[in-house]
């Protein structure tokens, strides 16, 4: 499956964006689904994950009761909603997703999107 990522931008603190990551070359309800970051000079970090179906999310501590992870298996999409964005939101967004795992950490996630940017400023 491909994945391509997109909606990043330049934000304000306390503002919102939605990022979408759409899926191609391959059956989209069949994978779970990832979202994580990655600030320059730091490790990449989970954000949000969703199940195939859609039944069950989790987020990060950082993010939670901020950031909604759902997704739309007609569409083919993942999404991402940030509200209340912080400075230290800013990072490369990258949606992944995999048949198995629902794992917080990356190394089980077999594909990944190219990322997109998320800048806000203070």
């Known amino acids: 499956v491909q994945l391509q990522a997109y909606g990043g931008g330049l934000v304000q603190t306390g503002g919102s964006l939605r990022l979408s990551c759409a899926a191609s070359g391959g059956t989209f309800s069949r994978y779970n689904m990832g979202w994580f970051r990655q600030a320059p000079g730091k490790e990449r970090e989970f954000v949000a994950r969703i199940t195939r179906s859609g039944s069950t999310q989790y987020s990060a501590d950082s993010v939670k009761g901020r950031f909604t992870i759902s997704r739309d298996n007609a569409k083919n999409t993942v999404y991402l909603q940030m509200n209340s964005l912080k400075p230290e939101d800013t990072a490369v967004y990258y949606c992944?997703?995999?048949?198995?795992?629902?794992?917080?950490?990356?190394?089980?996630?077999?594909?990944w999107g190219q990322g997109t940017l998320v800048t806000v400023s203070s």
């Open positions: 992944a997703a995999d048949p198995r795992s629902i794992a917080t950490y990356a190394a089980p996630y077999d594909y």
